[in-house]
């Protein structure tokens, strides 16, 4: 795949997730959008609650491990917004939304990186992580 080919899966799964209400605690259906895009790739993931994983399938205990870890969950919407915080918008090449800076652009960047990463053997195992609740659990 090309660099292009990335950024553009990586923008349409962010603006996926703007659209998806994920607040702390409710973050099912965004856990769904991730899964369902993992296996749209042709991975495999693991799945408890809403965390969603993936693991290099060269998975070596003896080497290290990379963790690519990015959260799920966004904050509620505060009054200020002055656009509609569920509705991804594209201007002067900056995505809006809510989530789309903490964290949805590293989550969905992050899960590029995997792909990229487990296409060829690495000197450490790579795993992805797109945890819930961080807002309010860390």
């Known amino acids: 795949m090309t660099q292009k080919e990335y950024t553009n899966d990586a923008i349409d799964l962010l603006k996926h997730l703007i659209a998806t209400p994920s607040v702390s605690r409710n973050e ?22 809403n965390n969603v994983w993936i693991t290099d399938k060269r998975f070596d205990k003896n080497k290290p491990t990379l963790l690519l870890n990015a959260h799920i969950d966004t904050v509620k919407p505060v009054d200020s917004w002055t656009r509609n915080p569920l509705e991804p918008t594209i201007e002067n090449n900056i995505l809006y939304g809510l989530g789309s800076n903490d964290c949805g652009g590293g989550l969905v960047s992050l899960l590029q990186v995997f792909r990229y990463l487990s296409e060829k053997p690495q000197k450490y195992n790579v795993i992805y992580l797109a945890s819930a609740e961080e807002e309010i659990s860390g």
Do not use: S
């Open 28 to 49: 099912k259906e965004a856990a769904d959008i991730i899964a369902e895009t993992i296996v749209k790739y042709g991975l495999e993931y693991q799945r408890e609650a």
